[in-house]
């Protein structure tokens, strides 16, 4: 027998590592070079609300990531996220771009490192036995350093967090430093506020430029994201650490950019002009020329801060890229050797050597602008995906997951976010029209990469959709209606209901069972669950296959409810049909209400999402009913109610009564419904009634009138799942009180149809 050994990374970072690394990697050159660079750009007032308004979008995306994160807390980030929410493809991309994008960069702060350190030796005078020219000693520690932290994140998970612990708390110590210092300085000589005058002089729309090159700053959350296999108590911790991080980062960005604007005064001889537009003039090196005059020792705090930001984000950067190509090498999207991990360490090897090997490559030969240019687009697209992946994952699968934390104000929030990632991106070519060649460019090649591998190699992920058998429909545009067959003892019940349906139609049947298998059994093992499902399509097939063309599809998914509204959206259904539930049919409205669900954990979010009409057959196992009661309170579900109660009377002793029920509130016109819609569906005026009872209790008026009836049809309440389940409706009460046969029908609005097939 073949045994399949899985290994596990180690679980030993704490809230404080992980939080930490979040702060290492947004605290990185990010904020040393961009003050200055915002100041020169939007002046400033706009360098203050470049800061402060990023901080507010990355803590919309940071919710997202953390909601996300505490239900699916596993390495890969963005990419997991993306293959539950979209598939394999648009996954590989994200996590093609997480790689990239965090080794590029490690580079980047790799040479920053470099740079500076190199830089305070050289005004020591220490520098001068050296045999090569200054450019090329600064590529040589850069590529020492990069080593060095590969080495770091071989030595495993805890070393890498102690050691990015150390240094983040290093340069955030300095930083909260400087801005004490500042705000201190400023109550005490007042006339420093007037280095803000003009509050923003170039304009508003100059602060989205800023904006868009400052927001890599605060990608820190993404890299707390890929710890989820390596941290303790995750669905806790991880978004914990991400709100926190977002929240420490920007008031620390806000102060330092405030103590940068006054570490001057206005009257000071060497400033010619305004104070900002001094500061602004040096660019990149704005923010060391200001913070030298504000604090004694500046020059060497300063380059003690900047290779304490640069070693931390190095380290947290080379942790992330590693963790995505992990990930990528775990599912086979990449050759398997990427989820190779080291026996000893417990950290993944092969990984963190490619990615080693590219943030040396690209510190040693390429120059760094445009490329971490495009590192912040792919951020912002990463960010973007992200934001959809949760309203996504939310809608189609809240019932499956089990959260750690879920965010207010949904979806607002992502939509926002969403929104103006969109604008920062577009706007970031004002900066550098080569990173929008280059990011497009890896893009495609990572295309090119998933075309002809990784498709065919990708390995099953547990929320996948598997087609076990399915015999295609023929094509055409003929109306189509799906039959959620469960079991062969309710099939030939339901699909007796559901021949007048058909044939009043003119449609081709689509037969569909999700084959139940238990949580606990391997996906390769859901083929041996599948016979009782053949046996019902069967036996269905039997009675619909000589009146009408029929098709037939076995599959299986962890959700039975994703899995039928998935077929739907794939093959265009317009109708679907299904049974109600034996097992709700005992339950007490208190216990069902406990459980989290009305009309059953498959119904509920059936009728929420589906893009098509739902029939629900209840105890109806006849063909045509004589006399039915349609209670009616308006909208299109009651007039649907109508339509089908038509395709289900007698055609020649068969009686449609309109139902409502006056309680002393506003109530249907229902002589005017019935002229409407009675003429429309061509129902004789014989055969169409209507009554009126008066009572405050809607379902026991209901429930006494249906006595008298053979058949009951009502409309499902056009109410969001969330409301149903927490407030008594007419139809779910009716559902489990009422001993007459009962159908219970939902129509779907085109406008709504659209928005549920793109959902």
């Known amino acids: 027998m073949h045994v399949e050994l899985h290994t596990e990374l180690s679980r030993e970072l704490s809230l404080f590592h992980i939080t930490m690394m979040g702060l290492g990697m947004m605290i990185g050159a990010g904020v040393f070079l961009g003050i200055g660079n915002s100041l020169y750009l939007a002046g400033p007032g706009g360098a203050i609300l470049t800061f402060s308004l990023n901080g507010v979008i990355a803590l919309f995306t940071a919710m997202s990531y953390a909601e996300l994160s505490s239900a699916i807390p596993r390495a890969g980030g963005a990419y997991n996220f993306a293959r539950i929410g979209f598939g394999r493809g648009v996954s590989f991309i994200a996590g093609w771009m997480e790689w990239f994008a965090s080794s590029v960069a490690g580079s980047v702060y790799a040479l920053t490192l470099a740079i500076y350190t190199l830089r305070y030796f050289e005004a020591l005078g220490f520098l001068g036995w050296l045999p090569v020219s200054t450019d090329w000693a600064v590529k040589i520690v850069a590529l020492a350093a990069a080593s060095f932290f590969v080495y770091i994140n071989y030595r495993g998970a805890s070393e890498t967090g102690k050691v990015g612990a150390f240094f983040t708390m290093g340069q955030t110590l300095f930083l909260v430093l400087i801005g004490v210092v500042g705000i201190v300085v400023a109550l005490r000589e007042p006339l420093r506020f007037q280095n803000f005058t003009p509050f923003v002089p170039m304009g508003w729309m100059r602060i989205l430029v800023t904006m868009g090159f400052t927001y890599v700053a605060f990608e820190g959350f993404e890299v707390i994201a890929q710890a989820g296999d390596e941290t303790v108590e995750p669905k806790k911790n991880l978004p914990k650490a991400m709100l926190f991080s977002v929240y420490i980062a920007t008031v620390i960005y806000v102060c330092v950019a405030f103590a940068t604007i006054v570490s001057i ?15 602004g003039s040096f660019r990149e090196r704005g923010f060391g020329e200001a913070i030298s005059r504000l604090i004694p020792m500046g020059n060497i705090l300063l380059t003690l801060a900047v290779i304490f930001a640069s070693t931390s984000a190095l380290n947290a950067t080379i942790y992330s890229a590693t963790r995505a190509s992990y990930a990528l090498g775990r599912d086979h999207m990449l050759p398997s050797v990427f989820a190779n991990i080291a026996k000893r360490r417990r950290t993944p090897a092969t990984a963190l050597l490619f990615t080693g090997v590219i943030v040396i490559l690209i510190a040693f030969f390429l120059p760094t602008v445009h490329v971490a240019s495009s590192a912040s687009i792919m951020f912002l697209f990463l960010f973007f995906m992200v934001n959809l992946c949760v309203i996504k994952i939310r809608y189609n699968m809240g019932d499956e997951l089990s959260y750690g934390f879920v965010m207010p104000f949904f979806p607002v929030l992502p939509i926002v976010a969403i929104l103006m990632q969109s604008v920062l991106a577009v706007w970031l070519v004002n900066m550098s029209v080569v990173a ?5 460019s890896w893009i495609v090649l990572g295309v090119l990469i998933y075309l002809f591998y990784a498709r065919g190699h990708a390995k099953p992920s547990e929320h996948d959709i598997f087609v076990l058998e399915e015999e295609k429909a023929p094509e055409g545009d003929e109306f ?41 059994v391997p996906l390769a ?48 259904i317009n109708l679907l049909i299904m049974g109600y539930p034996a097992e709700r049919r005992e339950l007490s409205t208190a216990r069902r209400r406990r459980q989290g669900f009305i009309l059953g954990s498959t119904i509920d979010p059936v009728v929420e999402r589906t ?10 196992p006849h063909t045509t009913y004589r006399r039915i009661l349609v209670p009616v309170a308006g909208g299109p579900n009651s007039v649907f109610a109508l339509e089908v109660a038509s395709i289900l009377m007698d055609r020649d002793e068969g009686e449609i009564v309109l139902f409502t029920v006056d309680t002393g509130r506003k109530r249907i016109d229902i002589d005017q419904f ?14 169409l009634r209507r009554k009126i009872a008066l009572s405050d209790d809607v379902v026991h008026a209901i429930r006494e009138e249906a006595g008298e009836y053979d058949l009951v049809v009502i409309g499902i309440t056009n109410r969001p799942f969330m409301y149903r389940a927490t407030h008594q409706t007419v139809p779910e009460e009716l559902a489990h009180t009422i001993d007459k046969p009962l159908v219970m029908v939902k129509a779907q609005t085109s406008v709504g149809s659209m928005l549920k097939r793109f959902v």
Not at 486 to 507: E, F, H, M, W
Not at 611 to 620: E, G, H, L, Q, S
Request: some cysteine; hydrophobic content about 45%; aromatic content about 8%.
């Open 436 to 440: 929008w060649i280059i990011a497009p």
């Open 265 to 279: 005064r206005p009257d000071s001889p060497e400033i010619t002009g305004q104070v900002w537009q001094w500061i």
């Open 674 to 687: 019935m002229a409407t819609y009675g003429d429309n569906l061509d129902i004789g005026r014989d055969r």
């Open 480 to 520: 189509s209606i799906m039959v959620a067959v469960s079991n062969p003892d309710s099939a030939i019940g339901l699909v007796r209901t559901t021949y007048q349906l058909c044939g009043a139609k003119s449609a081709r049947v689509e037969l569909l069972h999700m084959v139940p298998v238990p949580a606990q």
């Open 525 to 572: 093992d859901a083929q041996h669950y599948m016979m009782e499902g053949k046996e019902a399509i069967i036996e269905v097939m039997l009675y619909l296959a000589p009146l009408f063309p029929v098709s037939t599809t076995l599959r299986y998914c962890r959700s039975v409810a994703r899995g039928i509204v998935s077929a739907i959206r794939e093959k265009r």
């Open 611 to 620: 893009p098509c009409d739902v029939v629900i057959f209840k105890d109806a």
